[in-house]
């Protein structure tokens, strides 16, 4: 591979530092995701039992978001599974964008979930050759 390949680094072969501050930004989005983002959904909170309302699925629809961003939040926490994990949550940002721009018409609000969404981005980008040998692991390669 040459270095103008957009791949992203293998575990081995990434400077200290940056590891050091892959782990920090897992963690810290971890607990936002955990307790900021899963709790309130799971939980109840009239916020956002009153968001779920407006978007019009219906509240299973809370729980299902809240119990993917409580796996998500856990999954960075885990080393095997911090990439995979961050792809999920990419997802879900993706959905929770759209849905803020076009259904709750959230304005400038709609940017939380968006940089939430990079920044959980660059972390599958940075773990997606964990991600790939789970993969493999999994399919039986």
Not at 14 to 23: E, M
Not at 68 to 90: K, N
Not at 95 to 108: Q, R
């Amino acid at each position: 591979m040459t270095a103008s390949h957009a791949e992203s680094p293998t575990p081995a072969s990434r400077p200290r530092a940056v590891t050091i501050a892959l782990w920090a930004g897992q963690i810290l989005l971890g607990v936002f995701f955990v307790a900021a983002a899963a709790v309130p959904k799971l939980l109840g909170d009239q916020i956002a039992v009153e968001m779920f309302d407006h978007i019009g699925l219906g509240q299973w629809f809370r729980y299902l978001v809240g119990i993917l961003e409580l796996a998500g939040g856990i999954g960075l926490l885990i080393p095997r599974l911090a990439g995979l994990a961050a792809l999920g949550l990419v997802g879900v940002m993706v959905g929770a964008t759209i849905t803020s721009v076009f259904v709750l018409d959230a304005g400038i609000t709609s940017i939380t979930p968006a940089i939430l969404g990079v920044l959980v981005g660059l972390i599958a980008w940075a773990r997606w050759s964990e991600v790939k040998a789970l993969l493999a692991l999994v399919r039986g390669r």
